[in-house]
């Protein structure tokens, strides 16, 4: 047989017409790696798989986890910026409530 008919077989019309109806679905080798298979159709439970605790821990291990001292760090940094923004945000606030004591409600 060669190439030729391989690749293009004299068909009837029909065939063609029911290959070309025939919906293409997504092949497993073919499907993106994030999208999964839906169930055989069931509903409820039996839909939900246990494969989201596999996942989380692959994703964790992905994870480029900081040193000991980098979280401290850190932390500190976390701290200090907090307090230095609540003493503004408290100096602000007291402004406002002297500005509206000492004009508005005199």
């Known amino acids: 047989m060669s190439r030729a008919l391989r690749r293009h077989p004299q068909g009837s ?3 063609r017409r029911q290959r070309a109806a025939k919906p293409q679905g997504i092949s497993p080798s073919t499907r993106p790696q994030g999208q999964r ?3 055989s ?3 409820g439970l ?3 798989r246990a494969t ?3 996942d989380i821990i692959t994703e964790l291990q992905k994870v480029t986890w ?3 001292a980098d979280t401290r760090y850190l932390t500190m940094v976390v701290i200090i910026v907090g307090a230095a923004f609540g ?3 408290g100096g602000v606030d007291m402004f406002f409530n002297w ?3 000492n004009t508005l409600l005199r």
């Open 46 to 48: 039996t839909a939900l």
């Open 87 to 89: 003493v503004f945000l």
């Open 37 to 39: 298979e839906s169930s």
């Open 66 to 68: 900081p040193s000991a």
């Open 13 to 15: 019309k029909r065939n």
């Open 99 to 101: 500005f509206i004591e």
């Open 52 to 54: 989201w605790a596999l």
């Open 41 to 43: 159709g069931r509903g």
